[in-house]
């Protein structure tokens, strides 16, 4: 019989966040990824905390989310943390209307992403 999803992430001991549609580019929010992923999930909260990028913001506060996840279920602390994974999906974009000359118009797409962040037991 196959398992299922929670009770995967039971025996593994991870806990993940999600956050979607925010207003910033997934090219953009993947640089800042890049950065955190394996690391340390204390040291991923310091360097974030001091980047200037918007979407490190963004990425702190679902990163934070995630580790409190994991105290609230496995009661683990950030120290026994590391980030296991961390992806960012385009979303779909709004459309606006900026308007020309001559009666026209132009459309304007305007970025949408979803943060997901996976923190899981260091083992060792």
Do not use: W
Request: glycine share 2%.
């Amino acid at each position: 019989m196959a398992k299922k999803n929670n009770e995967l992430a039971t025996e593994n001991r991870a806990s993940k966040a999600i956050t979607k549609h925010v207003r910033v580019s997934s090219y953009k929010a993947n640089k800042v990824a890049q950065e955190i992923r394996g690391k340390s999930a204390t040291f991923a909260i310091s360097l974030l905390a001091h980047m200037p990028q918007k979407s490190a913001r963004l990425l702190l506060k679902t990163l934070k989310s995630a580790v409190a996840n994991a105290n609230d279920l496995h009661k683990l602390t950030a120290d026994e943390l590391y980030v296991k994974s961390v992806a960012v999906d385009r979303a779909k974009s709004y459309r606006r209307y900026k308007m020309r000359a001559r009666g026209r118009i132009n459309m304007v797409h305007r970025p949408v992403s979803h943060l997901s962040v996976c923190v899981e037991e260091r083992l060792g």
